[in-house]
T-cell receptor, first 115, second 112 residues
Framework: ETGVTQTPRHLVMGMTNKKSLKCEQH?????MYWYKQSAKKPLELMFV???????ENNSVPSRFSPECPNSSHLFLHLHTLQPEDSALYLC??????????????FGAGSRLTVL | GQQLNQSPQSMFIQEGEDVSMNCTSS?????WLWYKQEPGEGPVLLIA?????ELTSNGRLTAQFGITRKDSFLNISASIPSDVGIYFC????????????FGQGTELSVKP
């Protein structure tokens, strides 16, 4: 595996379910990110982890809970989501830490639908 | 907050035509990036620009870092069907902790 891998690629969940999105990067990068992508809108930064510490939490509701157990893995735990949370969730990584993040490498995304 | 205004929002062109899109802001940026996102995939970096006035090419793609540092342009020459996708600009200011600000995207459709 190379690059940034996200699983699952598609997820449908009810509002009372608990699920998790997983991201793995094979690039040796030291910063990882979660973005939310909704149609016709700019990418919205949700969370940033640099050297496994959360350095940014962009006013994201607590129903989204990130976890970064090591520099290669990032999770987004989901619980009691709302239909408006339906979107494409993109994971990205970069080298040089979050402050030196000139270039992000993105995964293919996890398409989430909340019923 | 900071915003990047990317235009046009969408384009429908004939194969072989040239394409131009741009990104503007009221703020100065130190880095401009252009990404392409194909259906079902994540954004992929096309070109990175680090200096005002810089003009960089990647095959049929050419991007420029505006001299005012408040805008950037992407041109695609002689478009082909595989150019279809959404093109995003992104800007970074050095005093913003490395955070990238993304434009809304330009959706390109190419008719064979």
């Amino acid at each position: 595996e190379t690059g940034v891998t996200q699983t699952p690629r598609h997820l449908v969940m009810g509002m009372t379910n608990k699920k998790s999105l997983k991201c793995e990067q094979h690039l040796g990068h030291n910063a990882m990110y979660w973005y939310k992508q909704s149609a016709k809108k700019p990418l919205e930064l949700m969370f940033v982890y640099s050297l496994e510490e959360r350095v940014e939490n962009n006013s994201v509701p607590s129903r989204f809970s990130p976890e970064c157990p090591n520099s290669s893995h990032l999770f987004l735990h989901l619980h009691t989501l709302q239909p408006e949370d339906s979107a494409l969730y993109l994971c990205a990584s970069s080298q040089g830490g979050a402050s030196g993040a000139n270039v992000l490498t993105f995964g293919a995304g996890s398409r989430l639908t909340v019923l | 907050g900071q915003q990047l205004n990317q235009s046009p929002q969408s384009m429908f062109i004939q194969e072989g035509e040239d394409v131009s899109m741009n990104c503007t802001s009221s703020s100065i940026f130190n880095t401009w990036l252009w990404y392409k996102q194909e259906p079902g995939e994540g954004p992929v970096l096309l070109i990175a620009l680090y200096k005002a006035g810089e003009l960089t090419s990647n095959g049929r793609l050419t991007a420029q870092f505006g001299i005012t540092r408040k805008d950037s342009f992407l041109n695609i020459s002689a478009s082909i069907p595989s150019d279809v996708g959404i093109y995003f600009c992104a800007g970074r200011r050095d005093n913003q902790g490395g955070k990238l600000i993304f434009g809304q995207g330009t959706e390109l459709s190419v008719k064979p």
